[in-house]
């Protein structure tokens, strides 16, 4: 079972989104997976098969125990009942304690398409009579990672300890980063724009580079680790 | 230095909105303090001198490191200059990490009135040329507990294991428990409502009981303890 | 037509979340309806047959004047148009002036699938040109009631005088309550715990108990009434 | 005792933001009451003494069962311990039901000031030991009335059938809107602009003309009203 | 290229609620364009045929550059990804720099399906790899106008010079507003009830009549012309 | 009259937090101004004298119209009505168009308080009957600039051009930053922590760096400058 899995809509966005804390984590002994939603096969830039070379290199890199793809269509990630099942059954296969999802507030619809199916998901992996195979299985925190739109975040986690590590994990996925800048977030800045990022979460958590995690619901914490 | 410390606006206040978490801390072996800020003068049942007693020995129920009083006038608990600079004296004394104090939205002029003396009282205690004794102390995280309003908790704390010792400090309070119900708070059935407030949490936080906490800004957390 | 309509999307959620309001209405005279979504078939313990025969139970113990089925797939409510034109056809058929429907933040996806399709369906059911059968209808009011999520509600209903009605209602779904804790709400303590909760909402409004709703938009009331 | 009381900051606020739902009360037999906080001093038109008899014509107009004078300093209207005392001394005299205040979000530091205010007055209204004359009361709800700022409502009275005496009790306030345009609410067109806020109400109210008010917390109601 | 583009779910819709900035648009030179996403055929009065008609008028009198017809099914407006592609390549085809959507919580079913409909075109019209026709295309603001709910604006606009002409505009649309009043927004009085939004929005914004439109996200803007 | 001020409760918080804007809007020819409200007398480090003749050189460098200095006692800046008349008096003297404001989130007291102070003084300015010398005086707008709190901004502001000069504004306040770190805000890396801000802001708003700042009402806007 793994301690975290972090859901990508396409190959690099947890290493952009929440690839920090993951290194932070599997650094610390925890057993840390990305699950890629879809092969990114709508970007601009890269081809699938190269992609997926990069997916490797960037797993390493974090020290991941496990990185998957789960094959839906990039551009049309959305909640439906058979992309649902089929997450349900990944989630039931490597039993995360916490998931962590992309924003509903993103502007890519994939993004706001993963959250929302996520939300299905959790529900059938838990559920003893769902069609879906594997033991049932109960995630204990769902977090939401920032993709490209402002959010109020209730956690910070500093991860100043791990920006070459981080840097290297991004600067893997080299087809989407190493040619032309072709938006915002598919541009050879993107490490120096997302740091940009860190440090502004960092200014509001009082260390120097931080990244922002939404929680829905009250966390059940102990007082003690306060 | 205290780990914790509470602001009560009464003398029962901290037992009825945060006891339960405030007992598992001391029951932990962490230093943990309530400073009341008036005597509750103004309660219509109890003396100021019968409820020094009872504070005292609902400490020692409690266990707590430390518990003090700022005799500001009950009723008229509100942010002023003169009023910061005692309860930043008093923070730079007992040096807390986290400072629990009630919510902004309460009811009860008091209640919302030390939310709002609190925040300057935190600015002041960090200032090195603020006209206050001792020496300059930077609170670490401030934390609201629920009075008498609904609240939007970030945190929730479990309960369960500290009930009893939980009922009994607020029972020390007989002054206010034991005779009429004068309202709501002030009623020998203070226990059992706020219980069935802690039953509320739990349902949501997937506990028996559980205390609420609202955190205004995002915290910094460790992500090995989530 | 109905006074009151409440929409469940597994058998026993309107019993559960809104059911002493309902039976406080019906025993004022009122003419109370809940439609069931689904016959609640991936549900762990019982089977649709004994459901019914429960349903049945518990609508004598509420004094329903109307209990239905739409026949929705458990585990897939959502707002589509076929699903919304079924309902829309319920709803001109039994004509209810207050809908109650499940709350959006609920973390079942039948609770927020089901929210969703309503708000399609009362639109269909006042469209004169819908392909939907009967006569165009207009609900009145729409209001949220809570499920498994903390809400903000807008209106209390102090439901202290139907405490054991409600709760004899409750344990009519036998199947669901009497056998093993499934979850935290397919358990033996159900009417233990909701009741925690009306007893937290009774707190606010200064009843003992109450049950909380919540309208998304502006009531126009009658001010005499307030 | 009062069934509903309105504090005005200056002597017309009443009748401008909250007036059709009191004259709809008055209508219906209830007892209606405006106690105006200052004197309107200064106001660009008018006088403290002409103000006075246009008031006592206005509350003619309205129906009123009683209309009074706190005497506080227009422009210096805040939260302040003296003020506090003095308006929960007249709240405990004429003991109201509802009381009708300010919006905290209205652009003007009296009408915020207004609500901040009376939050202190109602506490210590109900306080056996505050220093207050009179007999000790608690205010059943408090509702908030929109003056110069966009709100949220979650109540609207339609007010429809009072249009002519509600534009005859703000239209006795002739030193404000007979003479020159000094402000967007200070101006001959002032029915005609609040009527555009009424009708734009009415539209989301399903009525012609609605009045809104905004409640805090959760409204205890009975559901047969709804 | 258009400078504004306005998505009307209905043939009417757009007048109705944004029709007095698109005509100050169209006046001042820009180049403004109307995009109806179905023919209204489920509309109570009214034909397919007769309503392209007043399009066509309405426009003139507007002063539109553009008006066309995506022809999706009235009352099943939703994101679904084969509208979304029909969308994005009118988008590519027009090329409007602002794009005014219905908002996401109007009560009709066709407007917020519009708005989430909007939201996967405009990415996908700005992606390379997208199975769309036409040159990649993106939008600069995305704005939302208001239809039946209550909105929290950012902007306003002063739509007094153009009174007549907006009147005009939406009286074209004569099966509409000609016959029996069906319901709230198809009504003889649709002019003098929407006047009455704008009359409120004036208030706010210290004009005489203004339309209001939220932006989700924060407006880079130049600070010269605030 | 200036065309923007900018309300500093210390010297040096209108280059940190506003300063890029203020910049480009002076060398676009337009009047800008700062009125510090107290001379920082309570910072850990430089002098009051020191700190007169460093504001008059980040002033020459911005090239601002006017600046000046209202005198209040660092630490206690609030809401009183006696700084509110002095506040207004300098308002009517210099006669913004647009004024910025501290955010009333920050958790520095002086910035809250001096945000409460602006609404009360912006309302006296304009009364002609309030004891303010000079001529009455309605600010246009309002904007809040960000402290040291997250904050949702309204508005972006690309202040990538004024890079270098924004720098040797916030430098100019050499007793602050050359020295020893004292605190987040007072430190040799203001400038680089500040600039991750503006480059967070500038990811969303899709520019190199931005400044944001917040509107509490809607803001008139003329649409063809959209």
Request: net charge neutral; aromatic share 6%.
């Amino acid at each position: 079972p793994l301690d975290w899995l972090c859901l990508a809509p396409h190959p690099d966005d947890a290493e952009i989104g929440a690839g920090g804390t993951l290194i932070r984590l599997a650094q610390a002994g925890k057993k840390v997976g990305i699950l890629e939603l879809s092969r990114g096969e709508k970007g601009t830039q890269g081809t699938p098969e190269v992609r997926v070379q990069e997916c490797a290199r960037a797993a390493q890199i974090m020290g991941l125990s496990w990185r998957g793809q789960l094959g839906l269509v990039d551009g049309e990630i959305m909640d439906t009942a058979k992309a649902a099942h089929r997450l349900a059954a990944t989630l039931r296969a490597v039993r995360p304690t916490v998931l962590v999802v992309p924003h509903f507030k993103d502007r890519h619809p994939d993004h706001f398409g993963a959250y929302h199916l996520s939300k299905r998901a959790v529900h059938l992996a838990q559920l003893q009579k769902a069609y879906v195979g594997g033991e049932p299985h109960r995630v204990s925190r769902v977090l939401l990672y920032q993709g490209n739109a402002d959010i109020t975040p209730t956690l910070l986690v500093d991860v100043e300890g791990v920006q070459e590590v981080w840097a290297a994990a991004i600067l893997a996925h080299e087809s989407q980063f190493a040619g032309a800048a072709i938006s915002e977030t598919v541009t050879p800045e993107i490490v120096e724009r997302r740091r940009a990022r860190q440090g502004y979460w960092g200014t509001l958590g009082r260390v120097r580079y931080a990244e922002a995690f939404e929680a829905e619901t009250a966390l059940l914490v102990d007082p003690e680790a306060l």
